[in-house]
């Protein structure tokens, strides 16, 4: 499964931006999809993530700002972001995570990450 984020740019604080994620590839094999992002000098962390249940989860800090959406296709998914705070510039990562079966049938799992889209809120 390949994985291309797009949407980022800059926006100024209390602003919005829509990040897009289109997934490519074994699009059957996919569980659940989800947000990460890095700031300058810190680790990567989780912002919205779908679930194998369906279920969607949100770090802290976005809770009530950001919402992730699934399109109509799978293979996409949407991070609406608003009321955007400085300390939310940060590159954006989609990743997917799923399974698949090899040729002897047991099951292999993997987590792959789409390249990024640069997220900057300026004052």
């Known amino acids: 499964v390949q994985l291309q984020a797009s949407g980022g740019g800059l926006v100024q604080a209390g602003g919005s931006l829509r990040l897009s994620c289109a997934a490519s590839g074994s699009i059957s094999s996919i569980d659940d999809m989800g947000w990460y992002r890095q700031a300058p000098g810190k680790q990567r962390e989780l912002v919205a993530e779908f679930t194998s249940g369906g279920s969607t989860n949100y770090a802290d800090p976005v809770k009530g700002r950001f919402t992730t959406s699934r399109g109509n296709a799978k293979n996409m998914v949407y991070l609406q972001m608003s009321s955007l705070k400085l300390e939310d510039t940060a590159v954006y990562y989609c990743?997917?995570?799923?399974?698949?079966?090899?040729?002897?049938?047991?099951?292999?799992?993997?987590?792959?990450w789409g390249q990024g889209t640069l997220v900057t809120v300026s004052s």
């Open positions: 990743r997917a995570r799923g399974h698949y079966y090899n040729d002897n049938g047991e099951p292999v799992v993997y987590g792959n």
